[in-house]
């Protein structure tokens, strides 16, 4: 019996891997990198759960998915495996236990959502753990091709070569075959280490059903009450949505409750268990419900809006039937939905115009750091004095720091282009553009060669003494303490917390802003003060001039335009499912790539169910009354109304930054069309031709 057999029984207590399961595993251990994909349900944890325990270091899980940490610790730690999550939730001491563990080598496996690879305090201590295996969960973020395309995770790439990750494991169970290669391309990892199990269920009973938006209840009501009950789920795209039909299923006698993300965490939790517990409970969810729930008896599936697309479809039925035994899921198609949809990803689109304000902006950033001459740094005008630290002050761990002295010829010659910062809330509400667009934005300067990331770090560190100033001091040997006295005298003093801005105090003390945050760090970890930060900022440099920022410009905006683009025929591609005439099954597998090999002979269609036509969408026609509302909102010259985007949006109810802060919410304009295609709204609004350019 190998290794791998040995802990599976033993420790997990499995007599066998599932199919897939033991090819990821044996390359893994063989020392390569791998892509898993495996269908909702088909064990990927265990791909990197079990190896863990058999590498020499540390096994990294980079996960969105809070649910799945809690869960997947809590059955490890049952199993006498040393696991633990790092995330705002814990305490000081709980923290302190974690790094411990890490420090000593104990700990075998620890869990993190993407974000809080933004910390540098995270990233400095990091650095010097042995990394064998980095774990990246829902990988498909990590592509623009894909339907969830995520910032964060199109910089793991670079952070597991600046960790020096030992091999990697990206895992996810949505890939079609281009957002596959872009993983692999990513992650340098071989095609033929590439495992794909197949994505067909014959276990699930899929079926489509054409109905109008305001049947949708009827239908619903129908299928619970004609259905044996079971665990069921209940997609719906808005909490209003999922409040109001919980509400309503609950009167009608079920046992239902939302679950969304506008609900308190301990709501959310408290949903969450009584789901998992109850065989027949109701849950009536937006998307942020089901991603990492390992219940492996629901029955039933509904998706009573559309999903946004067909691989949201897929991973969504994929947590029903997960024991083997039927289960069936069906959509309501009412392409009424599809408006909603289509306006959300058009809203997230930016003015070619904000973008070009953005970009040059941050070149403005880089360009007047990079002036700065070689002279003005030796008179001191930026002061930089790296002082050498002794062994023994190194091997106490009182002050770990990296500086490296540049020499001002290097400096004169700007071989080294000087850091500089920008906070993305900053630029959101400066150049109205959503926040998440702005990070994507960021992502692709950095993808065209223009930024190189540098480290990000927060603005504000908060401390609580837990003990005098004396006290700390008298520890410390003059030079030292002095130091520390200048540092805490920067901080200003709030009700219970003290804050320092590391920037402003870095300068005003003429030190390194590392060094500041290496006491501060140092501090905590001697219960000296409990810290917390805020304010996150970003660093980067340029990294070469573009020749023609214009072009750079509408080269990012058409970029956008592109992903808006893909937005839409992803969700007209779930519209031509359900319209279809043909296998359910089949098509499905064929957009991921597999060949179905024949009907399925469990959709609806391979079933002979008549196929149910979605009902027309209606449409709007645009009348003198509509001509002038625009022209009274182009007349007011509104800083907020700058185009005929930014009107099209608060004509169809879309918020932006600029719109939130001029309250534009309030005015009775607001959503005026908030059920007509956001592409006809902006055409109208641009063929009056009296906007003024944005």
């Known amino acids: 019996m190998t290794a791998v057999d040995t802990l599976l029984r033993d420790t997990f207590g499995f007599d ?8 990821a595993i044996d390359r893994l251990l063989a020392g390569r990198s791998v892509l898993a994909v495996f269908p909702t349900g088909g064990g990927k944890s265990l791909c990197y759960q079990l190896p863990a325990l058999l590498l020499d270091g540390l096994t990294l899980v980079v996960s969105p998915l809070i649910a799945l940490m809690k ?7 049952s199993k006498g495996v040393r696991a633990a999550r790092l995330d705002s939730s814990l305490t000081a001491d709980e923290h302190h236990e974690v790094w411990n563990d890490l420090r000593s ?48 995770y199109l910089k793991l790439a670079q952070i597991a070569v600046q960790l020096r990750a030992q091999r990697v494991l990206a895992l996810t169970a949505t890939a079609t075959p281009a957002v596959a290669a872009s993983i692999r391309k990513a992650f340098d990892i071989a095609p033929e280490d590439h495992v794909h199990t197949g994505f067909h269920r014959p276990n699930l009973f899929l079926r489509m059903t054409g109905v109008r938006a305001e049947d949708r209840d009827a239908h619903l009501l129908s299928r619970l009450r004609v259905h044996p009950p079971g665990a069921s789920i209940v997609y719906v795209t808005q909490q209003k949505t999922a409040e109001r039909l919980a509400d309503r299923l609950s009167r009608e006698g079920f046992a239902a409750r939302a679950y969304h993300a506008g609900l308190d965490p301990e709501v959310r939790t408290a949903v969450q268990e009584w789901f998992m517990a109850d065989p027949a409970a109701i849950v009536v969810a937006t998307i942020a419900f089901g991603m990492g729930i390992d219940k ?14 067909l691989e949201s479809y897929a991973q969504e039925i994929g947590r029903a039937g997960r024991d083997g035994a039927p289960a069936v899921c069906e959509l309501f198609a009412s392409p009424t939905d599809a408006v909603t949809l289509e306006n959300f990803s058009y809203g997230d689109t930016p003015t070619e115009a904000a973008v070009d304000g953005l970009v040059r902006e941050v070149l403005a950033l880089g360009g007047r750091f990079r002036e700065e001459s070689a002279s003005q740094l030796a008179e001191g005008s930026r002061q930089r004095e790296f002082r050498e630290e002794s062994a023994s002050q190194l091997a106490e761990g009182s002050r770990s720091r990296e500086f490296r002295e540049e020499s001002a010829s290097q ?14 809330h900053e630029l959101s509400r400066t150049h109205d553009i959503r926040i998440l667009v702005v990070s994507t934005l960021l992502a692709y300067l950095e ?15 908060s401390f609580q003494p837990q003990r005098s100033s004396a006290e700390i001091l008298a520890r410390y040997d003059a030079e030292r303490a002095g130091f520390l006295r200048r540092l805490l005298a920067c901080s200003k003093k709030g009700r219970t917390w003290f804050a320092i801005d590391l920037t402003a105090s870095a300068a005003k003390l003429g030190e390194p802003r590392q060094r500041l945050v290496s006491a501060l760090e140092h501090l905590a970890e001697q219960g000296d003060l409990v810290l917390r930060v805020s304010g996150v900022r970003q660093g980067y440099r340029v990294a070469s001039e573009p020749s023609d920022v214009g072009a750079l410009v509408h080269g990012l905006y058409e970029r956008f335009t592109a992903s808006e683009q893909r937005d839409i025929e992803r969700l007209r591609g779930v519209l031509a499912l359900a319209s279809q005439e043909g296998c359910i099954t089949g098509s499905l597998l064929r957009y991921f790539g597999e060949d179905p090999g024949g009907p399925c002979g469990h959709c609806d269609r391979c ?55 001029a309250r534009l919410v309030k005015r009775a304009e607001w959503g005026r069309f908030d059920e007509v295609p956001f592409a006809d709204v902006l055409s109208f609004v641009e063929s009056l031709g009296t906007v003024r350019a944005g």
């Open 607 to 661: 079933a002979g169910e008549p196929v149910i036509a979605l009902p027309p969408v209606p449409t709007h026609e645009f009348d003198a009354e509509d001509r002038a509302v625009v022209g009274r909102l182009v007349s007011e010259g509104h800083e907020a109304l700058a185009g005929p985007r930014p009107i099209a949006r608060l004509l169809c109810g879309l918020p932006s930054p600029a719109a939130s802060r």
């Open 411 to 424: 400096l004169a010659e700007g071989s080294r282009q000087r850091e500089f910062d920008v906070s993305k």
């Open 16 to 23: 066998a891997l599932r199919a897939g399961q033991r090819d």
């Open 105 to 152: 080598g104990a700990l075998r496996i620890l869990y993190i959502a993407p974000e809080r690879f933004q910390n540098e305090r995270f990233m400095a201590k990091l650095r010097g753990i042995p990394i064998a295996l980095l774990a990246i969960d829902e990988a498909h973020c990590i592509s623009e091709w894909g339907h969830n395309f995520r910032p964060d």
């Open 447 to 461: 993808l065209e060669g223009v930024l190189a990331a540098t480290a990000p770090f927060y603005d504000t560190y």
């Open 296 to 309: 492996s008896d629901i029955r039933y599936v509904f998706h009573y809006n559309l999903p946004k697309a």
């Open 71 to 77: 869960d997947q610790i809590d059955f490890l730690q």
